[in-house]
């Protein structure tokens, strides 16, 4: 690969030298600064002078951003030090990522999974069927959502660290966010260009829903944003969930349908309240199921229809589901008297679904302690849809408890005045009682001290909620 081939590809300015700056090249990697080694190219969103400077003394092929700053281009100018400038850094690890795929995985194959909730359960219950088959499997999905982006090349450096450790891989299961920006500004075309990279045979679409307000204005935007995707697939095979209004209006060439009611489509798997059916066949029962709320169910339905659309033997996808065990923050069960369950529930939808199904779980005339941290640093929108949320959710068996997590979150995540104040005067104006804790700990300290041994309490939200069950180890 010429390194002016590169630049024209992501819509570059090719600044300093005009070569790859190490004498050997490419190596054929993509990573991070810190990581990089001699021949490897870097892709950051935003570099400084010393950057370049470190870069330089790394010996590393080229390194690209998006916001050069701080002497960055004079310092690649004096150093004549190869440095790419694009609008779009996207278009880089797009790039980067089908590069990656084509050098060290080109016999994979692949799958993405896409949409606002369930993505990081579905994905890492492909991963574990796959590797129940034997297969030599990777995915992105962590416990933190964190490395389903286009930010950073984090995939591409996954994949490339992984085979040179562990040899080919057979399969590649991508988590994708539906949505992504920087800042306040929107990648566009974001699930469109992953998925393009990524190459797949199959592809899951969980759910269309409103999520990254601010990125995102309205639910036609999610849709226009996620409806490229099976265009993008073509005649690989597109899974969708039946119940999802938008989701059916999505233009797939080869649909394979999941539903949480019967259906009567030729390629489709469902839940009967009682039983999954596959080909008018019972394939697992409720009790073979890792966890029966109906949003898990749903996920657990996306997975099984991807790896039957893969060619995996039902035996084996059955034997991969009920050995399965959840992520960490997927109702995640971490106390027993009294029960407590941890959920990565942060956006409507995730907020409605979770406490109505731990409500299911509450004896009579105990109290739930739902305990609630509030989205730092994501704007007073998708804040207000939150607690809209929560006060359709509320009942008489209901404790509400907030925390701002001042204690655990970093700068990225601080509860601004205003986002706490449109949970406060949402809450106020329908009457609903709560507590308010500026930290986490005073907040789970004082909720575990108060609740009865066969009361619940649910913890829900995203970054602020995080260290929850470190800290209630300590307390306990």
């Not at 850094?89 to 999974?113: D, G």
Request: glycine share 6%; with cysteine.
């Amino acid at each position: 690969m010429e390194i002016q081939d590169l630049a024209k590809s992501i819509q570059g300015q090719l600044i300093g030298n005009v070569d790859f700056f190490s004498i050997d090249g490419f190596t054929g990697k993509f990573t991070f600064l810190n990581d990089a080694h001699t021949g490897d190219i870097v892709i950051r969103h935003w570099i400084n002078s010393k950057g370049i400077e470190m870069a330089f003394q790394k010996n590393i092929a080229c390194l690209i951003t998006q916001t050069p700053k701080d002497g960055a281009i004079e310092t690649a100018e004096r150093l004549n030090f190869p440095l790419i400038v694009t609008d779009k850094i996207e278009l880089a690890n797009a790039f980067a990522l089908s590069h990656t795929i084509k050098k060290y995985s080109p016999n994979s194959t692949n799958v993405i999974i896409t949409g606002t909730n369930g993505k990081s359960t579905t994905s890492h219950l492909i991963y574990h069927i796959l590797k129940t088959s034997g297969a030599h499997v990777l995915t992105n999905t962590d416990s933190e959502s964190e490395f389903n982006t286009l930010i950073d090349p984090m995939v591409s450096k996954l994949i490339s660290d992984e085979v040179i450790a562990n040899g080919e891989l057979d399969y590649l299961v991508i988590e994708i966010s539906e949505v992504q920006g920087w800042l306040g500004n929107i990648m566009k075309n974001h699930a469109a260009l992953m998925s393009e990279a990524a190459n797949p045979k199959v592809g899951v679409i969980t759910n269309i829903a409103m999520d990254h307000i601010g990125l995102v204005e309205t639910i036609d935007d999610v849709f226009d944003e996620i409806s490229a995707v099976p265009k993008v697939i073509g005649d690989g095979v597109c899974v969708l969930n039946h119940d999802d209004e938008l989701v059916m209006k999505l233009d797939a060439a080869n649909p394979f349908y999941t539903s949480m009611n019967e259906i009567n489509e030729n390629d489709s798997v469902y839940f009967n309240g009682s039983e999954i059916i596959y080909q008018d066949k019972a394939i697992l029962t409720v009790d073979d199921l890792p966890f029966k709320s109906a949003h898990f169910i749903q996920n657990i339905l996306s997975a099984v229809g991807a790896t039957i659309s893969l060619g995996i033997d039902i035996d084996v996808i059955v034997e991969g589901v009920k050995s399965y065990k959840a992520l960490n923050r997927r109702f995640a069960k971490i106390n027993d008297e009294p029960l407590i369950y941890d959920d990565f529930a942060h956006n409507p939808d995730g907020i409605r679904a979770t406490i109505s199904e731990t409500k299911k779980l509450l004896p009579q005339n105990q109290t739930l302690y739902v305990v609630c941290s509030i989205r730092g640093s994501r704007g007073v929108e998708i804040n207000q849809l939150n607690v809209d949320a929560i006060v359709d959710s509320m009942d008489d068996d209901i404790q509400l408890i907030l925390s701002s997590s001042n204690d655990v979150v970093n700068d990225l995540n601080f509860v601004e005045d205003e986002e706490r104040e449109v949970f406060f005067n949402t809450l106020n104006k329908n009457n609903v009682d709560f507590i308010h804790y500026d930290n986490l700990k005073d907040c789970l300290t004082e909720t575990y001290n108060k609740a009865d041994k066969k009361d619940i309490i649910l913890l829900i939200g995203a970054q602020g909620m995080d260290p929850a069950e470190s800290l209630l180890n300590d307390i306990i």
